[in-house]
């Protein structure tokens, strides 16, 4: 028995020249972006496909602990303090009894906070593993 399922009625461009056509119209679809969804428009008859990433639907609460070892540096302490939702001083504490949960949260936020940490040089932990 052929289980097999003819996807060809779900394709709705092709390529020419390097642009993408719709074949609804014939004219050039274009990339779109608006808030976290993607994909291409026609930019005659509105024919399209759009995604989100699984980044936006992904429905676990990672948490974000900092590691021992941090430095407690002005500016270190004033990322922690923002990413907490603490004053100065709780956010000093923080760093100084690692590890320390700073958040728990959604993927994307938590991806943000995670390129923040990076780039300031601060160690931390995300649990469960965080595959993005």
Known sequence: MDTSEDFSQYIRWREENGKTICLECGAEMLYFREGHCC??????????IATTAPIVTDPTAYAVALKP???SAVGNVRLIANIAGVNWLQAKKLIESAPSEIFRGQA????GIKNQLEAAGIKYKIEPEFPY
Do not use: F, Y
Not at 39 to 47: A, F, I, M, P, S
Not at 108 to 111: A, E, S
């Open 108 to 111: 994307l936020k938590v991806q």
């Open 39 to 48: 994909g291409l428009k026609c930019t005659k008859c509105e024919n399209g």
């Open 69 to 71: 070892s941090n430095r």
